[in-house]
């Protein structure tokens, strides 16, 4: 009973996280999550919406270093540190596709993950600087030519279209024919 009166009470601070994120209010989002994940860090759901928190956070930044700290915190993980692993205890979106990507059960997740990742990239290689923009949008096609290789199905109905768009972007980006 205890268990479950835990889960009910997370399941609540999860909602009103993810209506901080909604209103815009980062801070107060990511601590809320991050106290959940303090405790148990294995809830993907919780993961995946603290991942998404620092993603919309960066795309609301106007200056180009908060963006990219922001966005490389969604890619690579952020907030607090863990004083066991010594790891964030967000994992974002490179670690949560580590962890999904052998299991067919997490395969959307995955996708989402991959994907996000990707576009996270992308969204990075606009606001780099001119000497570093063109190998971040080269990274991002070959960040989705990696799922192409090994998933040639790219997550179905659900995924492959945005996969294909944003590979449009990014290729358009490097001055090639969109394909996709």
């Not at 993810?18 to 801070?27: C, S, V």
């Not at 990511?30 to 998404?52: C, D, H, P, S």
């Not at 991002?140 to 998933?151: C, G, K, M, S």
Request: proline share 2%; aromatic share 10%; hydrophobic share 35%.
């Amino acid at each position: 009973d205890k268990v479950a009166t835990g889960k009910a009470a997370n399941q609540v601070q999860v909602r009103i996280a993810a209506t901080n994120r909604a209103l815009g209010k980062y801070k107060d989002a990511v601590k809320m999550l991050t106290e959940i994940l303090r405790e148990q860090n294995m809830m993907l759901g919780v993961q995946i919406e603290a991942a998404y928190t620092f993603q919309e956070w960066a795309g609301k930044m106007q200056d180009g270093d908060s963006k990219t700290k922001l966005y490389r915190q969604a890619m690579r993980g952020g907030g607090e540190i863990d004083n066991k692993t010594k790891k964030y205890v967000i994992w974002g979106w490179g670690k949560t596709a580590r962890l999904t990507g052998s299991n067919i059960k997490f395969r959307n997740a995955f996708h989402e993950s991959r994907y996000n990742y990707a576009k996270c990239r992308f969204e990075t290689a606009k606001v780099a600087s001119r000497g570093e923009q063109k190998a971040l949008f080269e990274k991002a096609e070959n960040d989705i030519r990696l799922v192409v290789t090994l998933f040639p199905d790219m997550g179905g109905n659900t995924w492959k279209p945005r996969y294909d768009q944003l590979a449009k972007d990014v290729q358009k980006s490097l001055g090639k024919t969109p394909i996709g």
